[in-house]
C-alpha cells in the first residue's frame, strides 16, 4: 500500500505555529500545508479546499478550537482534527477525543510529535481508501447485475431484485436448491442502502439445535457449560445490515417463536443475560421447501411466516429457463479458466453444449457450475466436447439432436474451422485473438459442427450484443448457434 499524500491544514493565532507547519513539517514530511489564523477563517478554507487533516489550536479569539472542531466535523465526518493545547493537561486531551479528535498535541511540540501522528493517519488513510475499494469490489460482485441470464424470466427476477432491494423490507426468496437463493440474497443486500452494513448468513441447517439460541442471539460468560466469554449473537452482528436466514424452514420451533419476538422488538437478549441489545437487520429468509405447506400443517409458524413474507421472490429452476445455460456455461467457463492453476479453457462443442441444455438439471445453477468445474479439472483439450462431461449427462442424451460425430472433429480448436460455408461469422475467426480483435459479445450463426460456444477472458462488464441488444448479466462473451437458442422453454 503506497503511502497516500495528505492536504494538512494548520489553524492557530500564533504565527511562529503555522510557520514551523509550512516552512518545517511541510517540505520534510511531504504533506501540502494550507493555514488560517482563526477559526473563522479556518471554516471558509475547509468549504473552499480539500483538507485530509486540520492541526487545530484551541486557545484562539473568536472561535475557539473545540468549537471549531464540532463546527469543522459537521459536514464533514471523515476529517481529522488534531488539537494543539498549550495546557496539556489529561482532561483537556480526553474531552478533545470524546469531540470526536483523532489525537492532540500538546505545546510545545517536538517535530517527531508532528511525524508520528502524520504517519498513523496517512496509514489510515490508506487503509480507509483500500476498504473503500474492496467495498465497492464486494458490491460488484454480489449485484443482482451478476445473476447471469437472459431468460424474460431472470430477466424480470433482476428487475424485481433490484427494485426490492431499495425498499427495506424483509424479503422471502424461494427456490430449489442450487437456483442462487443465496446469490440474490446478497444482491439484495449490496444493491440496497445497508449495502455499508454487515450481511451476515445463518445457514439453519448448520446450526446444532442446542447452540441456535446462543448463535442467533449471543450469550454471555459462562452462562451455559462450554460458554466461554461473551459472544455477540449473529443478529446482533448482523445490526446496521441484512442478516440472511438460509434454510428457514429448518428453524427448530422454539427458536422460530424467540426470532419473532426479537423481530418484533427489535431487540435481542443473549443468553444468560438480561439487558436487552438493540438491533437493526433487515432479514432475508430463504428456503427450498414449501414454506405455505408447512404453515398450514403447523410445522412453521404462521406469525413468523407473515414477518419474513413481506415480499416474496421466487427463484426459477434451471430447467425453466435452459435458454440462461449458454450465457452460464460461459460465465463459468470464464471463472475457472481464469483461476490460476487450472487450464485455459476457451470454449465448448455444441455437441457438449446441446447434451448440457437437454439435460434436467435437478442440482440447478450449482449442478451446473460443479459439472464445469470437473470438467475444466479433468478434461484434456481447450475445448470442452462431449467426452468431458460425466455420464449422467451424455445418458439422457439423443431426443431429436443432431447425430453426435465421433471423436473426428475433436482436439485442436482450429479442427472446428470453416467446416460449414456460407456462414458470416465461423468460430474460426475466433481462433487467434491477437490477428483478429474479437468484441467480448458476439453472436455467431452456425458455425458447423464443431464447435458452440467460446468466450474470451474480459472485464466482466455488460456489452451491447452484435445486433443491438444490450446483454445483462456481466458475462464477456457467448457465442451461440441459431439452433441451440431455439431450444430454450420460451420464457419471455
Ligand atoms: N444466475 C446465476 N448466475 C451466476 N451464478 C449463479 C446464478 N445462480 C446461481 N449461481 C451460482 O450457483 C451456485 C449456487 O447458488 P446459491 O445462491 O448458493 O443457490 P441456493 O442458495 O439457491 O442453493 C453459487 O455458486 C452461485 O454463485
Ligand atoms: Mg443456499
Given at each position: 500500500m503506497a503511502a497516500p499524500s495528505l492536504?494538512?491544514?494548520?489553524?492557530?493565532?500564533?504565527?511562529?505555529?503555522?510557520?514551523?507547519?509550512?516552512?518545517?513539517?511541510?517540505?520534510?514530511?511531504?504533506?501540502?500545508?494550507?493555514?488560517?489564523?482563526?477559526?473563522?477563517?479556518?471554516?471558509?478554507?475547509?468549504?473552499?479546499?480539500p483538507?485530509d487533516?486540520?492541526?487545530?489550536?484551541?486557545?484562539?479569539?473568536?472561535?475557539?478550537?473545540?468549537?471549531?472542531?464540532?463546527?469543522?466535523?459537521?459536514?464533514?465526518p471523515d476529517?481529522?482534527?488534531?488539537?494543539?493545547?498549550?495546557?496539556?493537561?489529561?482532561?483537556?486531551?480526553?474531552?478533545?477525543?470524546?469531540?470526536?479528535?483523532?489525537?492532540?498535541?500538546?505545546?510545545?511540540?517536538?517535530?517527531?510529535?508532528?511525524?508520528?501522528?502524520?504517519?498513523?493517519l496517512k496509514r489510515m488513510k490508506a487503509l480507509k481508501a483500500e476498504n473503500e475499494r474492496l467495498r465497492r469490489e464486494l458490491q460488484g460482485r454480489f449485484s443482482?447485475r451478476n445473476?447471469?441470464?437472459?431468460?424474460?424470466?431472470?430477466?424480470?427476477?433482476?428487475?424485481?431484485?433490484?427494485?426490492?432491494?431499495?425498499?427495506?423490507?424483509?424479503?422471502?426468496?424461494?427456490?430449489?436448491?442450487?437456483?442462487?437463493?443465496?446469490?440474490?440474497?446478497r444482491?439484495?443486500h449490496y444493491d440496497?442502502?445497508r449495502r455499508d452494513g454487515p450481511f451476515?448468513?445463518?445457514?439453519?441447517?448448520?446450526?446444532?439445535?442446542?447452540?441456535?439460541?446462543?448463535?442467533?442471539?449471543?450469550?454471555?460468560?459462562?452462562?451455559?457449560?462450554?460458554?466461554?466469554?461473551?459472544?455477540?449473537?449473529?443478529?446482533?452482528?448482523?445490526?446496521?445490515g441484512?442478516?440472511?436466514?438460509?434454510?428457514?424452514?429448518?428453524?427448530?420451533?422454539?427458536?422460530?417463536?424467540?426470532?419473532?419476538?426479537?423481530?418484533?422488538?427489535?431487540?435481542?437478549?443473549?443468553?444468560?443475560?438480561?439487558?436487552?441489545?438493540?438491533?437493526?437487520?433487515?432479514?432475508?429468509?430463504?428456503?427450498?421447501?414449501?414454506?405455505?405447506?408447512?404453515?398450514?400443517?403447523?410445522?412453521?409458524?404462521?406469525?413468523?411466516?407473515?414477518?419474513?413474507?413481506?415480499?416474496?421472490?421466487?427463484?426459477?429452476?434451471?430447467?425453466?429457463?435452459?435458454?440462461?445455460?449458454?450465457?452460464?456455461?460461459?460465465?463459468?467457463?470464464?471463472?475457472?479458466?481464469e483461476?490460476?492453476?487450472?487450464?485455459?479453457?476457451?470454449?465448448?462443442?455444441?455437441?457438449?453444449?446441446?447434451?448440457?441444455?437437454?439435460?434436467?438439471?435437478?442440482?440447478?445453477?450449482?449442478?451446473?457450475?460443479?459439472?464445469?468445474?470437473?470438467?475444466?479439472?479433468?478434461?484434456?483439450?481447450?475445448?470442452?466436447?462431449?467426452?468431458?462431461?460425466?455420464?449422467?449427462?451424455?445418458?439422457?442424451?439423443?431426443?431429436?439432436?443432431?447425430?453426435?460425430?465421433?471423436?473426428?472433429?475433436?482436439?485442436?480448436?482450429?479442427?472446428?474451422?470453416?467446416?460449414?460455408?456460407?456462414?458470416?461469422?465461423?468460430?474460426?475467426?475466433?481462433?487467434?485473438?491477437?490477428?483478429?480483435?474479437?468484441?467480448?459479445?458476439?453472436?455467431?450463426?452456425?458455425?458447423?459442427?464443431?464447435?458452440?460456444?467460446?468466450?474470451?477472458?474480459?472485464d466482466g462488464r455488460?456489452?451491447?450484443?452484435?445486433?443491438?441488444?444490450?446483454?445483462?448479466?456481466g458475462?464477456?462473451?457467448?457465442?451461440?448457434?441459431?439452433?441451440?437458442?431455439?431450444?430454450?422453454?420460451?420464457?419471455?
Amino acid at each position: 500500500m503506497a503511502a497516500p499524500s495528505l492536504a494538512l491544514l494548520v489553524v492557530d493565532d500564533d504565527e511562529g505555529v503555522r510557520r514551523i507547519f509550512s516552512e518545517v513539517v511541510g517540505p520534510r514530511e511531504g504533506v501540502e500545508v494550507l493555514q488560517a489564523g482563526s477559526g473563522e477563517e479556518a471554516l471558509e478554507l475547509l468549504r473552499r479546499r480539500p483538507v485530509d487533516v486540520a492541526f487545530v489550536d484551541v486557545r484562539m479569539p473568536g472561535l475557539g478550537g473545540m468549537e471549531l472542531l464540532a463546527r469543522a466535523r459537521e459536514g464533514r465526518p471523515d476529517l481529522e482534527v488534531v488539537i494543539i493545547t498549550a495546557f496539556a493537561t489529561v482532561e483537556s486531551a480526553v474531552q478533545a477525543m470524546k469531540m470526536g479528535a483523532s489525537d492532540y498535541l500538546p505545546k510545545p511540540f517536538k517535530l517527531d510529535q508532528v511525524a508520528l501522528i502524520l504517519s498513523r493517519l496517512k496509514r489510515m488513510k490508506a487503509l480507509k481508501a483500500e476498504n473503500e475499494r474492496l467495498r465497492r469490489e464486494l458490491q460488484g460482485r454480489f449485484s443482482a447485475r451478476n445473476l447471469v441470464g437472459d431468460s424474460g424470466a431472470m430477466a424480470r427476477f433482476r428487475g424485481l431484485l433490484g427494485r426490492v432491494a431499495r425498499e427495506e423490507c424483509n424479503v422471502l426468496l424461494l427456490g430449489e436448491s442450487g437456483t442462487g437463493k443465496e446469490l440474490a440474497a446478497r444482491a439484495l443486500h449490496y444493491d440496497g442502502p445497508r449495502r455499508d452494513g454487515p450481511f451476515v448468513c445463518i445457514d439453519c441447517t448448520a446450526v446444532p439445535p442446542n447452540l441456535f439460541e446462543s448463535e442467533l442471539f449471543g450469550h454471555e460468560e459462562g452462562a451455559f457449560t462450554g460458554a466461554r466469554g461473551r459472544k455477540a449473537g449473529l443478529l446482533e452482528a448482523a445490526s446496521g445490515g441484512t442478516a440472511f436466514l438460509d434454510e428457514v424452514a429448518e428453524l427448530p420451533p422454539a427458536l422460530q417463536a424467540a426470532l419473532l419476538r426479537a423481530i418484533e422488538e427489535k431487540k435481542v437478549r443473549r443468553v444468560g443475560g438480561t439487558a436487552p441489545i438493540p438491533v437493526d437487520v433487515r432479514l432475508v429468509a430463504a428456503t427450498n421447501r414449501p414454506l405455505e405447506d408447512l404453515v398450514e400443517r403447523g410445522e412453521f409458524r404462521r406469525d413468523l411466516y407473515y414477518r419474513l413474507n413481506v415480499v416474496t421472490l421466487r427463484l426459477p429452476p434451471l430447467r425453466e429457463r435452459k435458454e440462461d445455460i449458454p450465457l452460464l456455461v460461459a460465465h463459468f467457463l470464464r471463472r475457472f479458466s481464469e483461476r490460476g492453476g487450472a487450464r485455459r479453457v476457451s470454449g465448448i462443442r455444441r455437441e457438449a453444449l446441446h447434451l448440457l441444455q437437454d439435460y434436467d438439471w435437478p442440482g440447478n445453477v450449482r449442478e451446473l457450475e460443479h459439472v464445469l468445474e470437473r470438467a475444466c479439472a479433468l478434461g484434456g483439450g481447450e475445448i470442452l466436447g462431449v467426452e468431458d462431461l460425466p455420464p449422467e449427462i451424455v445418458k439422457g442424451a439423443g431426443r431429436g439432436e443432431p447425430t453426435l460425430r465421433g471423436d473426428g472433429d475433436r482436439g485442436h480448436p482450429a479442427a472446428a474451422e470453416g467446416t460449414s460455408g456460407g456462414y458470416g461469422t465461423g468460430i474460426g475467426n475466433l481462433g487467434d485473438p491477437s490477428k483478429h480483435p474479437v468484441p467480448e459479445a458476439q453472436a455467431v450463426r452456425d458455425p458447423g459442427p464443431g464447435a458452440a460456444v467460446r468466450f474470451e477472458p474480459g472485464d466482466g462488464r455488460p456489452r451491447p450484443r452484435e445486433g443491438g441488444r444490450p446483454r445483462a448479466g456481466g458475462v464477456a462473451c457467448i457465442v451461440s448457434s441459431g439452433r441451440v437458442r431455439h431450444k430454450g422453454t420460451g420464457h419471455g
